[in-house]
Each structure stands twice: as structure tokens, then as C-alpha cells.
């Protein structure tokens, strides 16, 4: 089965395949508030993280099809697009954030909501439980977008950590 088989049929997208894009990571160690992962591979009409960036990090495109390009000197870390994105499909994580724990902007369209202070289990791709994690803020959507759930847990998830589970089963 080629990547692309693969991808359809399971609907996750695993780091190694093209269209998981990583910051580089001497940018992403240093920069306050952290960079946008973007993790959308498939060429669909849908452009609103690149309409939405304040500051032009995801590059215009050319085609409404097109597949989404990043300037990560530009990137602000500010979670925007993460709260846009109909695909759930922008994420930002900050490696500076401590020494050992990085803080994940996640999108989040469940309920219950977390609150601050809540412990919440962190997730892959895949739902699988990989760590506890932090709620450090939970920001309110403006219409027609999606809460974003800041969460801090150990920095070695930077590449995996996509999703949480909060409430009664965390
Ligand atoms: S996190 Fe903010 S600055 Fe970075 S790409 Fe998304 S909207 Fe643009
Ligand atoms: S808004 Fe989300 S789904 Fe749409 S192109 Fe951008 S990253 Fe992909």
C-alpha cells in the first residue's frame, strides 16, 4: 500500500510522512510562545489558516488547493491559526517553554471543556495515551472557530502530543 493508501484509508497522518511539516528545530528550541505545526497534506479547497495569519507565516496561496508553506521566522506562536483551521489540523508547540516540558496549543471540539489547572491525558494521532499533561489556558473561540486548549507536558512529545482527553477518564 503506497503513503497516500495509507493516509486515505486511515485518516493519520504519522510524522514521517510528507506533509507533517516540523519546525526547524534550532528555531523551535528558542522561540518564545512556539511555532505552528502544520499537518495537512492533502490538496482540498480550504485556505483559511493562510487568510487568518496575522503576520504572513503561512505563505498566500496560489491555488485555493494548495497545501500549506511556512515561514517559520515569521511564526508568533499565536495559536490563530489553530483556532481556524476546519481540519483540526494546525497545532503549535513551544520548546521554550521550560526545561522539560513544552506547551502545546491544541484545537479542542469536545465537552466537557478543561479548566486551568485540570490534569488532562495527552494523545497521538492515533488516541493512544502518551503522557499527563497541564491545562495552562483554555481560549474562548470567536464565532464560527474553535477553543484552543493550552497544555503543558514533557517536551520529548513535541511530535507526537496532538490531542487530549480531559474529564471523568483523565
Ligand atoms: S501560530 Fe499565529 S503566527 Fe504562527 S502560523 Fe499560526 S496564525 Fe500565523
Ligand atoms: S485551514 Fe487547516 S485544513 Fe485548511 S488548508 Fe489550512 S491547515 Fe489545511
Given amino acids: 500500500m ?3 493508501e495509507a493516509l486515505f484509508n486511515s485518516g493519520v497522518l504519522t510524522s514521517e510522512r510528507p506533509g ?3 519546525p526547524p528545530r534550532d528555531l523551535w528550541d528558542k522561540k518564545k510562545a512556539g511555532l505552528v505545526v502544520v499537518e495537512c497534506p492533502q490538496r482540498i479547497p480550504c485556505n483559511p489558516c493562510a487568510t487568518s495569519c496575522p503576520v504572513g507565516a503561512i505563505l498566500p496561496f496560489e491555488d485555493i ?3 500549506p508553506r511556512i515561514d517559520y521566522q515569521k511564526c508568533t506562536g499565536c495559536g490563530i491559526c489553530v ?3 476546519p481540519g483540526l489540523a494546525c497545532f503549535v508547540v ?3 517553554y521550560s526545561e522539560d516540558r513544552a506547551l502545546y496549543k491544541l484545537p479542542y471540539e469536545m465537552l466537557p471543556l478543561p479548566s486551568k489547572g485540570d490534569t488532562v491525558i495527552c494523545l497521538g494521532r492515533q488516541g493512544e ?3 499527563r499533561g497541564t491545562v495552562e489556558a483554555v481560549i474562548e473561540p470567536k464565532r464560527d472557530r474553535t477553543y484552543v486548549i493550552h497544555v503543558s ?3 520529548e512529545f513535541a511530535n507526537d502530543i496532538r490531542a487530549i482527553r480531559t474529564g471523568d477518564r483523565a
Fill in 153 to 155: 507536558a514533557p517536551k
Fill in 129 to 131: 495515551e502518551l503522557a
Fill in 20 to 22: 507533517a511539516i516540523r
Fill in 2 to 4: 503506497s503513503e497516500r
Fill in 83 to 85: 483556532a481556524v483551521c
Fill in 94 to 96: 513551544d520548546l521554550a
Fill in 65 to 67: 488547493n494548495d497545501t
